[in-house]
């Protein structure tokens, strides 16, 4: 399988012309742009050469990461290799690659602001190695609910959708502060947070922790949750740790709770692992989805198109 590469732009479509004109039609000055073009003689260069057989991941515990060894195993891609970051990271190396209009295969979520900032597309995944649609739970430590009977309330009451939770991404990556987002979605849902607390007393300084891992769908819905606790008279901690030590946390209590366990797939391993040492709150939202993803421009639709 190839990739087609393409020019796109006024500036680039001039480039080329004035390109073909300086050469003639001496063939000792054509470049070889790595397309599969039969009429001019050009090599077909496939996916993997043009992106050095190269996966942007994020950080190394996340679920996804375990989920895209499992595609390169699943789909035989010997050659290709995932490197590790964080998701400011792999978003960053996405915009790069995204302005120039260069090839880059990264893996992607969904709620995520970057589908809204540029155009996108999920690689179809036939063999299953990331699952179907997912859920965004809620899990507290064993006894949350004998501790902190208020908070136990309202995590599980918990839920919203995409379009909740993109506006306060979207409003982060723009420049606006964490709380700043979060408060301001709150004071423009204030229906949606109501049902959240409501019947529910408040406290009076009582203290509790949330962990959760550096997604900006995490960071979104963690800053929420802290304002409408601390509304209700908490006193909140927020700790920002990867995937297996915010697990971790829930099962041996040192944190009270998070709202960032993506199941059945993504932290599935963690799921088992911790079994019986934490509880499932409730899911605060539906059709979550993990990939691999690329620009749209890219001529590839498939994990199997990354196959030689």
């Known amino acids: 399988m190839t990739l087609k590469k393409k020019v796109f732009g006024l500036g680039a479509a001039a480039m080329l012309a004035l390109g073909l004109a300086a050469c003639g039609n001496d063939d000792e000055g054509e470049k070889d742009t790595g397309t599969n073009d039969d009429t001019t003689g050009g ?11 190269k996966i942007t991941g994020i950080d190394p515990g996340a679920g996804i990461m375990e989920a895209t060894d499992r595609a390169i195993e699943d789909y035989n ?27 880059i295969i990264v893996t992607g979520w969904t709620p995520h602001w970057k589908f809204a900032e540029f155009d996108l597309k999920y690689l179809d995944d036939p063999e299953g190695s990331y699952g179907g649609e997912e859920q965004i739970h809620s899990i507290g430590r064993v006894g949350l609910k004998d501790d902190l009977p208020e908070a136990h309330a309202i995590l599980s009451n918990f839920n919203w959708d995409e379009e909740d939770m993109n506006g306060i991404m979207v409003a982060i990556q723009n420049g606006e502060k964490e709380d700043v987002a979060a408060q301001n979605w709150i004071d423009e849902n204030e229906d949606k947070v109501a049902e959240w607390t409501d019947g529910i007393d408040k406290v009076d300084g009582d203290k509790i922790k949330l962990a959760y891992v550096a997604w900006d769908s995490e960071i979104a819905s963690h800053n929420v949750m802290k304002l409408v606790l601390e509304e209700m008279g908490y006193d909140v901690t927020l700790t920002q740790v990867e995937a297996g030590p ?3 946390a829930v099962a041996d209590g040192s944190a009270d709770a998070t709202l960032a366990a993506w199941l059945p797939i993504t932290h599935e391993t963690y799921a088992e692992k911790f079994d019986g040492d934490f509880e499932d709150l409730g899911i605060s939202m539906e059709g979550v989805k993990i990939g691999l993803v690329v620009p749209e421009y890219m001529d590839i639709d498939s994990i199997e198109d990354l196959q030689e």
């Open 246 to 248: 915010m697990w971790t």
């Open 77 to 103: 891609l010997d050659k290709w290799t995932v490197t590790s970051g964080s998701g400011a990271a792999m978003t960053a190396a996405l915009k790069k690659a995204y302005d120039k209009e260069e090839p």
């Open 43 to 53: 090599t077909e260069t496939s996916v993997g050469e043009l992106v050095d057989y």
